[in-house]
């Protein structure tokens, strides 16, 4: 089994800038073997990918509506990846999941979820 643990969600106003940490653990985790990454779900909307990355970092993908403004990264050694949110626009309000899956370099169908944290962007 793995948890994440996201953090730092919270309110900020459009333009603004937020990074969300997520820490991951558990008796059978290797960073090395799991890419890593981030969905949101917005209220009344379905879940999205946003980001994610490789376990060896080489392979990077972003959601069209993110491009330019977030930036994924991951620190293997202490289990943690990391999304910095720039230009924060009304759009980006969701619930923030963690999540990982083994064996792939992009996150399609993860294997384990965080518990998620909101971000809220105001106009």
């Known amino acids: 089994q793995v948890q994440l643990v996201e953090s730092g969600g919270g309110l900020v106003q459009a333009g603004g800038s937020l990074r969300l940490s997520c820490a991951a653990s558990?008796?059978?985790?290797?960073?090395?073997?799991?890419?890593m990454g981030w969905f949101r779900q917005a209220p009344g909307k379905e879940r999205e990918f946003v980001a994610s990355?490789?376990?060896?970092?080489?392979?990077?993908y972003y959601a069209d509506s993110v491009k330019g403004r977030f930036t994924i990264s991951r620190d293997n050694a202490k289990n943690m990846v990391y999304l910095q949110m720039t230009t924060l626009k009304p759009e980006d309000t969701a619930v923030y999941y963690c999540a990982c899956q083994v064996g792939v370099t992009r996150l399609i169908n993860p294997n384990y979820w965080g518990q998620g944290t909101q971000v809220t962007v105001s106009s």
């Open positions: 558990g008796r059978n985790f290797s960073p090395s073997a799991y890419a």
């Open positions: 990355k490789s376990s060896g970092g080489s392979f990077m």
